[in-house]
């Protein structure tokens, strides 16, 4: 069955650092999405991307988040200088279709100290 | 932001026996309904969906029901078996985007 894989499963980063994390979505999937799950609390949605554009972006997508869609299949999140609150699992999500459910990679744990 | 909301974090479940996990919607708009399950260390993994035009889909031992009049959403498992246990999300899309809410931590007691 085809999965969303994400890289590192694990980084732990400085506070102030900059952190690419990358995801290579379904091959066939024409949407993108990265969200958020802090430790205990639920599932927030940061970004949304088509068509080589951020398509919707939530509150905490501030300008210290940047997505890109370098080559044809990976999908990468960047934090520019990293903060304390930023520790979180972060999940890439790839879907087919905008109206229908995504499929999540395992997520990448993001420890900022 | 939306809220999307889980009547009960904790459930208890003895081998065998149904579970009903439950969630309410705030959002009268959202049309498009999906419950996930999280198991510890992994990612959202997709289990049933719904959409407003139904009031119940059914799956392999989960059936989903949906109650708009009280936006109110619920997952039923049946035979839970100890794989089945996980934390338990609804997610509402009203057109945009996911709205998870919280989730529910099953435990199926063997």
């Known amino acids: 069955e085809p999965e969303v894989t994400q890289t590192p499963s694990h980084q732990v980063t400085q506070m102030g650092q900059e952190v690419i994390l990358r995801c290579v979505p379904i091959?066939?999937?024409?949407?993108f999405y990265w969200y958020r799950q802090i430790l205990g609390q639920k599932v927030e949605f940061l970004v949304s991307?088509?068509?080589?554009?951020?398509?919707?972006k939530s509150e905490i997508f501030d300008d210290q988040f940047s997505v890109e869609r370098p080559d044809g299949s990976n999908f990468t999140l960047k934090i520019r200088s990293t903060k304390l609150e930023d520790s979180a699992m972060y999940f890439c999500a790839s879907g087919a279709d905008r109206d229908y459910g995504y499929t999540f990679g395992s997520g990448t744990r993001l420890t900022v100290v | 932001g939306e809220s999307v909301g889980l009547h009960l974090p904790t459930l208890s479940v003895q081998e065998g026996d149904n579970s009903i996990i439950n969630c309410a919607y705030s959002?009268?708009?959202?049309?498009?309904f999906i419950w996930y399950k999280q198991e510890s260390g992994k990612g959202p993994q997709f289990i049933i969906d719904i959409r407003s035009n139904m009031d119940k889909r059914q799956g392999q031992r989960v059936t989903v029901l949906l109650n708009k009049t009280v936006k109110h959403l619920s997952l039923q498992i049946a035979a839970t078996q100890p794989g089945d246990s996980a934390v338990y999300f609804c997610a509402e899309n009203p057109g945009n985007q996911f709205y998870f809410g919280t989730g529910t931590s099953l435990t199926v007691i063997p």
């Open positions: 991307f088509y068509n080589n554009e951020i398509s919707e």
């Open positions: 091959s066939n999937h024409l949407y």
């Open positions: 959002n009268s708009a959202s049309d498009y």
